[in-house]
């Protein structure tokens, strides 16, 4: 068995897109590229790759929404493994396995996302969208914006807003 995963996901996505007179044709497609999938697919790699019960997916997804339902909390790995009943060595492995980040990387590149959509959505000061997306210090939240985005938050504001002007 193959997990499924974003490639064999993605392979199948334009099946529901299209009109249904196209599906049958686009499957006859789809079909020959998943067998050249599996032709060049690294069999030995794919039998190590752990996966996940239903029931554990299911709460790392719980722990997933309560951590980016209230992104100014600051819970440690020990503080969820707690309050949703889990070992903190099988949570930070399952939500590894499940979202491809650690808990705390997960988070972090999270808060920087929704920040950048709020620097593009609001006219609300960098201080005050740190605070809202869980940093304390405008400087932390702008190193880590930075680190990720490749621009302070500041620029990443003032690039977008050039990218409008001139469209």
């Known amino acids: 068995l193959i997990a499924a995963g974003k490639t064999i996901s993605a392979l199948f996505d334009t099946v529901y897109r299209v009109p249904r007179n196209a599906r049958l044709p686009l499957c006859g497609v789809k079909v020959l590229?998943?067998?050249?999938?599996?032709?060049?697919?690294d069999v030995e790699a794919e039998r190590y790759q752990k996966t996940y019960t239903k029931s554990q997916v299911d709460v790392i997804k719980q722990i997933h929404d309560y951590i980016t339902g209230d992104l100014i909390r600051h819970d440690t790995i020990d503080d969820l493994s707690r309050r949703f009943c889990i070992s903190p060595t099988t949570l930070k492995a399952n939500f590894k396995g499940v979202y491809g980040l650690s808990v705390m990387a997960y988070l972090r590149q999270y808060r920087i996302k929704k920040a950048a959509g709020l620097l593009l959505e609001s006219d609300t000061s960098i201080a005050e969208i740190a605070g809202q997306v869980g940093y304390g210090s405008q400087s932390k939240f702008g190193a880590a914006f930075k680190e990720l985005?490749?621009?302070?938050?500041?620029?990443?504001?003032?690039?977008?807003?050039?990218?409008?002007?001139?469209?």
């Open 33 to 41: 590229e998943l067998i050249i999938y599996l032709y060049y697919l």
């Open 149 to 167: 985005m490749g621009v302070s938050p500041l620029d990443y504001r003032k690039k977008a807003e050039n990218i409008f002007i001139n469209d």
